[in-house]
C-alpha cells in the first residue's frame, strides 16, 4: 500500500491545471446507460472511482475505452442491469445507474450501499422518487430490485426534502427517457447536477430549470451518441488553493471554474489570503497571518461539505478560533483526531468543531480515513515543521488526479512510497 511521505514548512510556488472532476464524470459515465450508441466523454482524470464505474459498465456487457483523458462508453447492448455488492461497497456512486437502468430497460438489480465513513448515507429518497413515476421496488438480499410499469417510466411531481446530489441526478437521467413530464421541487443546484444535464441535453434530453431548485424534464424516446467535456473540478480546485495558503506560498492555477467556487473564494478571502481571477486562471497569494473564519456547511450555492475538512487544516493556524459546522454528514470529522496528532487544538460537540490556531504544528504519522480527510491530513502536513507521514492513501487516489505530483510540481516536499 502506498504511503505520503511530506517535509513541511515549504511555501508552495508555481503553476497547476485543475482536472476534470470526478462528481459529474461520474453521473456522466451513467448516463451512457440511456444513450442509444457511443458516448464520448472529455476531461477524464486519472481516478480510482472512474475506473470503478467503468469495470461496473462492462459488468453489465458494456463497452467502457478509458483512454488518456478520454472515455468511449457503448452500453447499447447492455446484457445485464445488476450493479453487484463487490462494486458497490467500494464505490457509492454506483447508485448512479439504477435511474438510468429502469429507464432505459425497465429493470434494475442494485446493491444498497452500506454506510460509509461519513455517515449512514442511505438511498431511499432515490427510491422514493422512482416509486412516483411508477417503479416498483422491492428488496431482496441487501439489493433493490427495481422494475419499470409496462410501457415504462411515468412522468411525475417529486420533491426532495432534503437536497440529494446524486438523487436529483438519478431522477433527472431516469425522467429522460420517461412517459410525459417530470418536475423535480428541492433539486440539488450543484454544478455537476448542471453539468451533467448539459450532456443529456447536447444526447438530445429536453431538460429546463437546472441549477435552480425546480427541474423540469420532457421524456423523449431516445437519446443520440454525443460528445462531452466534462466541467473541472471544483473541489480539486479549492484544495489546491487551500494548499498554496497553507504552506504560506503562491499558485497559479489553470482551468479553475470560479464561479461554482463563489462560497469558497469568499472564505478564503476572509481568511487574508488574495486571489486573482483572470480568464479561467486563479492566483493564489499568502503570506501573512491567516484570519480564523466560521463556516457553516450547506447544499450549493452553500459552503461544500466536500472543501470542510480541507479549510478546517488550514484554520488550524488561523489567528483566533474557528467554528466549524457540518449540516451535510453526521460523522464528517474523522480528520480532526489526526489533525490533533500534529499539534492542532481542535474540540467537538456534535456538528460542530472548534478549531482554535496553533502557531506551529509539529510533523506526524497520520493514517486517511476519507477522501477529502486525506487531502486536509496532506495539506496540514504542508505546514508542519518536520517530516509528516500519511498511510492508506488508497482514499486519495479515489478522487484526486494525483494530487501529491501536483503539489511536487508546486515546490512542496513530497514523495510517495511504497509500503
Ligand atoms: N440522504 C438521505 N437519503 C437519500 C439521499 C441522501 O438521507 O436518499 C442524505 C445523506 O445521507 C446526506 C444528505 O442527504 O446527509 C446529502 O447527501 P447527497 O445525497 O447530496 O450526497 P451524495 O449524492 O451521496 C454527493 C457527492 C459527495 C458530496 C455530496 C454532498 C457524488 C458522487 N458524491 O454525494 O461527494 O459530499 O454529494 O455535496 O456526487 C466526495 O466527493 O468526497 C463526496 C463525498
Redesign the pocket.
Known sequence: MDKILVEGGQPLSGEAKVSGA??TI?PLMATAILCDGPLILGNIPRLKDLVTMARLLQHMGGRADMDGERAELDLSSLTSPVAPYEVVKTM??SSLVLGPLLARHGEARVSLPGGCA?????????LKALESMGARIDLDGGYVVARAPAGGLKGARIHFE??????TENLMMAATLARGRTVITGA?R?P?VVDTAQALLAMGARISGHGTDEVIIDGVDLLRPASYWAMPDR?EAGTLIAAAAISGGEALLRGVPHAALEAVYSKIREAGVELHEDDDNLLVKAGGPIRSVNIVTQPHPGF???MQAQFMALMTIGDKASIITET??ENRFMHVSELNRLGADITMEGRTAVVSGVRRLSGAPMMATD??ASASLILAALAAHGPSEISRVYHLDR?YDRLDEKLASLGARIKRVKD
Not at 461519513?118 to 432515490?126: S, W
Not at 432534503?162 to 438523487?167: E, S
Open positions: 470526478k462528481n461520474l457509492r456512486a461519513i455517515g449512514a448515507r442511505p438511498i431511499d429518497l432515490h432534503t437536497v440529494t446530489v446524486t438523487g440539488a450543484e455537476e473541489i461544500p461539505t466536500d451535510i454528514f477522501l477529502r478522487g
